[in-house]
Structures are given as C-alpha cells and as structure tokens.
C-alpha cells in the first residue's frame, strides 16, 4: 500500500494571517492591530500587540523575496 500525503491547499485558498511575531508566551501568533513603524535604522516593521495574551509585539518586516 502507498501513502500518497493529502494535498497541501494552494496560496488562493489559503488567507493571509497578516504579520506575525513571537510572542512571550511561546506562541507565534497574528499581531493585533498591527501598524506599520520604521526603525531609526531605516528598516521596516510592525507594532501591535499580542492576539492571545494581549502583550505588546514588534517584528521586523523581511525584505521582499528576490524575483528569479
């Protein structure tokens, strides 16, 4: 018998969460009202707070994947 691995849904079916982070309770979660904030360095990120817990988040936005 084969095990063929159930079909992963494709990118249309699945929304997007918005911006995540790590929070200190562990989890990996959605950032609550999120606004976008630019670092005294330049670089871009979010502030909101924690959608379990309600502590305050930040994460620093990832640069935009390279085109190939």
């Known amino acids: 018998m084969v095990h063929v691995p159930p079909a992963e849904p494709e990118a ?3 929304a997007d969460p918005g911006p ?3 929070c200190v309770c ?3 979660v959605t950032i609550a ?3 976008e904030v630019t670092l005294s360095n330049g670089r871009p990120g ?3 707070h924690c959608s379990e817990c309600g ?3 930040f ?3 990832r640069k ?3 085109d190939s």
């Open 12 to 14: 249309a079916d699945v």
């Open 20 to 22: 995540q982070g790590w």
């Open 26 to 28: 562990g989890q990996k």
């Open 33 to 35: 009202d999120p606004r």
């Open 46 to 48: 979010w502030q909101g």
């Open 55 to 57: 502590a305050p988040l």
């Open 59 to 61: 994460a620093i936005r």
């Open 64 to 66: 935009a994947a390279a």
